[in-house]
């Protein structure tokens, strides 16, 4: 009974399988959590701590020309698939030629639109590379100026690696624009909406829970507060502010002073010496 791989037989293994690209989904939404609304996030948003699941077939692309981004934080499973080091390569890397002009378009629609996008892909085998699917996603984000140059990714496949560099075509490409998706959370702008329309409303969320006492001690509060700025106008004067208040100008009349010995006083060392020669 063990063992066999006919139609009757059904493996457990298979049936308790986790879901494929897992990791695509982690990141899709980490990057849905970040938006608010319609709006793109930010670079300096990204926390790997959100993503720390799936660091290692996430990366971060910048923009550097029309359809060309280059992979400026690229995790682990990427180099294992390219066979090397992979931060500073275009992305356009994991493709064949064929299809790399393709590949810009998504890249320009990415940025320009905005849109999220989810790529399949496939990779034929060979001598020491088994046939190897897989799947890519890239979300859109700003940079720190606010232009949509960078871009939060993930790519993750599904079988052997076997040796690289591995390249993939892309058999299907789904664009989805950020206004058609709905949100988890309400939208900051609503949210602001709803908070100045209670503000706008007569009635005082804290009048109905003041008691008889509060009420009082309220009352007091005034009564001292209007008490003191009386006093400090009196004080100031009638001009508004910090100014200080008008007064008349009276002249002061003050006596020379005395100097020299006649003042009682120890005489100037320095004296005015006059000839007539």
């Known amino acids: 009974m063990f063992g066999r791989t006919d139609g009757n037989v059904i493996e457990m293994g298979d049936f308790f399988h986790a879901p494929k690209f897992r990791a695509l989904r982690e990141v899709e ?3 849905e959590g970040l938006r608010r609304g319609s709006e793109v996030p930010r670079r300096s948003d990204i926390d790997p701590r959100g993503i720390e699941n799936a660091l290692e077939y996430a990366f971060i692309l910048e923009k550097i020309a029309p359809g060309l981004a280059r992979l400026r934080i690229a995790g682990m499973h ?3 698939l390219m066979g090397m080091e992979v931060r500073g390569m275009p992305i356009s890397s994991f493709l064949p030629p064929a299809g790399r002009k393709a590949f810009a378009e998504t890249i320009e629609t990415v940025t320009n639109r905005p849109a999220a996008a989810r790529l399949t892909l496939e990779a034929e085998g ?3 590379r088994p046939a190897l699917s897989g799947q890519m996603v890239l979300l859109p984000m700003m940079s720190d100026f606010g232009d949509v140059t960078r871009i ?3 790519f993750e496949t599904d079988g052997k690696i076997g040796r690289g560099p591995r390249r993939f075509e892309v058999t299907k490409t789904e664009l989805r624009g950020l206004d058609s998706t709905t949100h988890p959370f309400p939208p900051r702008k609503e949210i602001l909406a709803e908070d100045e329309a209670s503000a706008l409303t007569d009635e005082d969320p804290l009048e109905d829970g003041l008691d008889g006492i509060g009420q009082d001690r309220a009352r007091d509060i005034e009564e001292t ?3 003191l700025r009386a006093r400090l106008r009196d004080h100031l004067g009638s001009k508004p502010g910090f100014g200080e208040a008008d007064r008349p100008f009276a002249g002061q009349t003050t006596t020379p002073r005395k100097t020299g010995e006649s003042a009682g006083k120890r005489p ?3 004296r005015l010496i006059k ?3």
Do not use: K, M, P, R
Request: aromatic share 14%; net charge negative.
């Open 268 to 270: 100037s060392y320095l």
């Open 275 to 277: 000839s007539d020669d």
């Open 29 to 31: 939404a980490y990057w």
């Open 78 to 80: 990427l180099c294992d």
């Open 152 to 154: 939060l990714g993930a």
């Open 225 to 227: 507060a209007a008490a």
């Open 126 to 128: 060979g001598i020491g």
